[in-house]
Structures are given as C-alpha cells and as structure tokens.
C-alpha cells in the first residue's frame, strides 16, 4: 500500500511540473527571434565598443560609437591602427573622414573604416535568407565577461557560407561572428571592449580629425548605368536572385552572400586567368568563350561556387 500511496504522489508532481517545463520551453526565444533581437538593439542601443575584424591576412582594430539621439541614430567609427580614417553616419547620411592630403582618385580606392557584421544590415540579411540555412542553438558561452547565446547559422547546401553568432544576453548584442566555411573559420569579428547606456559619452561622437582633412560622401550603391547584360549567367546557388543587371555588370544575392559578374571591354588588356580570395571573398578571371573578352567573378561564397558560375557564363546574341 505504502508503494502505491508513493507512486501516486510521483504521479500527481509529474504532472504539476508539465506545464512549467512547457511554458519554460515557449518562453525560450527560437534563433530566429534572437537574431531578430539584435538588429532591434543595433539600432536602439547606445554602446561604445572596440572590435578585432580579422579577414585574411588583415587585421582591423575599430572603435565604434552609436547613440539614439531625438529618434535618429547617430554613429562614428574609426580605425585604431592604419589609415586614420574616420566613418561618420547621422540618420541614412554617411560620410567618411581621411586625415592627410590625398588625392580624391587614391581615396575613392580605398575602403573607409572596417565594419565586419557590426551593423543593423547584417541580422536583417540573415532574416531574409532564413530558408536557405539550418539555425540551432549551442551551449551559452562567455565573451568579455558577458553571458552570449551561440547560435549556428549552417546553410542547407555547401554551396555558400556558414556563421556562428555569439550574442550579448542582456543587451542583444552582437560580441562575436565567425564565418565558416564546411567548419573552418574564413573570418573573425569580436568585442572587446563593451560600454552601454549612460556610459556613453555624446562628445565621443565629434571627429577628432581636424587639420588637412577630407570629407566624402559615401553612397549605399552606385549608380546605375543603361544598357542590356552583354553576359548570362545559367547557374547560380539555389536562392540567389539578380538585383541588378546593367550592361557588362550583373549582381545577385540570395539576401546574405552576394555575387557580382564583370566583363571587361573589347580594348582592355587581358589578365591571365587566376583564382584568389582574402578571408570570405573570392575573386575569380576568366576568358569568355568566343568573345575574346575576360570575366571577372567577385563574391563571398566558396571558390568552388565561383567556378561553378563562371563556367556557367555565356555572351548573350541579341
């Protein structure tokens, strides 16, 4: 009797502790939502941080400073070895500040502050590309001190690139990012250094370049110019899309990885056909068939992939 009288009440806190361990599990946040979450605090948080960018053989030190300032972000960035370059944005305007006289054509060359995934853009290119990659959680781990959910973002087939995610707990946070490719890491973005809310010092906002400076606007995407695709492109990665196509000049994105198809003109001196990258990116020549033309393949995806669409190309007869 006594065992049965023992069973009984097992019985009975199992099943009061069902619904505790179901409403535990439909409180957890899918990966999903969490990447979600961190474009939401990009944009809404004010934070102080200085991150490592290593891609390749390069290595970027940044310290980034963003506030939300009467509804409108506010941010500067700037480069805490090299080039003393500074990155300024306020609302959707975006400048970039060179100290030192240089000639506009070097300066146009040359990229402005490394920003890696640090950016609202980044989880939001991830949310568009959600069904084309598996999402799963790993065990917490601890960045600069700070709690981070790990998330692993695996694509579904090898023909693209992977991340792992480390994002701040409390904050929202991006802390760490490493792009991977079938397991081995292409590139590495982490904090190190991490000030939030009213830590932040409105004045850090202000350019400390002053003397022989010049001031560029800086465009999300160049202009356009007219003229039908001279190429096409039969194969690409399932998911990837043409968002533009303009005369010797074709781009495509499944919404995360982009890649971009170039024809150099008829006069233009040939190069000889090679194959190289520099962490994710990859770039890739190639003689058009028939034409006696090169193309030139640029895009954050596998080598492999980038043959794949080169060999693919074709002149289009119209």
């Known amino acids: 009797m006594k065992s049965n009288g023992l069973k009984a009440c097992l019985y ?50 940044v310290r980034a400073i963003h506030m939300k300032i009467n509804g409108e972000e506010r941010e500067r960035r700037f480069n805490l070895s090299g080039g003393n370059r500074e990155l300024y944005r ?24 490394a920003s890696g995934p640090f950016s609202s853009a980044f989880p939001e290119r991830i949310i568009k590309a959600k069904n084309l990659y598996n999402f799963s959680r790993r065990p917490k781990s601890r960045i600069i001190e700070r709690t981070a959910i790990q998330i692993s973002i695996s694509p579904k087939f090898n023909d693209r690139y992977g991340y792992i995610v480390w994002i701040d707990e409390k904050s929202g946070l991006l802390l760490k990012s490493v792009l991977t490719d079938r397991g081995r890491a292409k590139e590495v973005f982490q904090i190190v250094r991490l000030e939030l809310g009213d830590q932040v010092d409105e004045a850090e906002l202000e350019s400390k370049i002053q003397k022989d400076s010049y001031v560029r606007r800086l465009y999300s995407e160049p202009k356009s110019k007219k003229g039908k695709p001279i190429v096409r492109v039969n194969w690409l990665p399932s998911g990837f899309k043409s968002v533009r196509r303009q005369g010797n000049r074709l781009h495509f994105t499944d919404g995360l990885a982009n890649v971009s198809v170039f024809v150099n003109s008829r006069n233009s001196e040939l190069l000889p056909d090679l194959a190289t990258s520099s962490g994710g990116t990859v770039l890739l020549t190639r003689k058009l068939k028939y034409r006696g033309q090169q193309i030139t393949v640029v895009g954050n995806v596998p080598m492999k992939t980038a043959i794949k669409v080169a060999e693919s190309i074709e002149p289009v007869v119209y």
């Open 12 to 61: 009975i806190l199992l099943l009061l502790g069902v619904p505790q361990i179901e409403a535990a599990t439909k409180s957890e946040k899918t990966p999903i939502s969490l990447v979600g979450d961190m474009a939401h605090a990009f944009r809404e948080s004010n934070f102080d941080a200085t991150y490592t960018y290593l891609k390749g053989i390069s290595m970027h030190t």
């Open 90 to 113: 306020e609302g959707k305007t975006v400048h970039c500040v060179h100290s030192g006289v240089q000639s506009e054509d070097n300066i146009m060359l040359e990229r402005c502050v």
